[in-house]
């Protein structure tokens, strides 16, 4: 029986990287974090991994492996050296959620939860229509959020913490 769950998953061509439903997985989650410690940490403009890594409590070799991707998509440039590290290769207000989580979860597209591929019984189809629904929203969301909120609330953050030290 669990065969032929991994088939039928397999032939509709379904998970991360594939296109299909939204999936958030730790890779994104980490990307946007990283996006917004280096946009937040900016005077410095190049930050090493190991600091960023260090902060979140995230393994740096897997943070490594998502910064290598969001280099690839253009999100970040790498420097080599004694002195190397990452920066952001654009202002952090023009990285939006929905950019660097597409990095890893692939392009969203309608899938229908029929067969795979785009639905061929649209107008007669209410889930696949309440679904496009909702992940119309949830890609507006998506595209409202950039790299800016996070470094704004880890500023937030900071700050509070700092005031909390003193006393």
């Known amino acids: 029986m669990k065969k032929d769950k991994e088939k039928a998953k397999k032939k509709r061509g379904r998970g991360p990287g594939r296109g299909g ?5 730790a890779s994104s989650g980490y ?6 410690y280096l946009a937040w940490k900016k005077a410095r403009k190049v930050i090493f991994l190991s600091e960023i890594a260090e902060y979140f409590a995230i393994p740096t ?10 280099a690839r998509a253009g999100l970040v440039v790498s420097y080599r050296g004694a ?16 950019a660097v989580i597409e990095v890893f ?22 889930v696949s229509r309440r679904l496009a629904e909702a992940q ?4 507006e969301a998506l595209s409202k959020y950039t790299i800016t909120d996070i470094a704004q ?6 700050a509070a913490a700092r005031r909390a030290a003193r006393g």
């Open 153 to 158: 609330e880890l500023a937030r953050a900071d």
């Open 21 to 25: 439903p939204m999936q958030v997985t």
């Open 136 to 139: 119309r929203s949830f890609l």
């Open 83 to 98: 002195k190397g590290g990452y920066a952001l290769a654009r202002e952090a207000g023009e990285i939006t959620f929905r």
């Open 105 to 126: 979860e692939g392009p969203v597209s309608e899938v229908c939860t029929l067969n795979s591929g785009p639905c061929t019984k649209r107008m007669a189809c209410t």
């Open 61 to 70: 070799s897997y943070l490594a492996k998502v910064f290598q991707a969001l």
């Open 31 to 36: 990307a946007i974090h990283g996006l917004g």
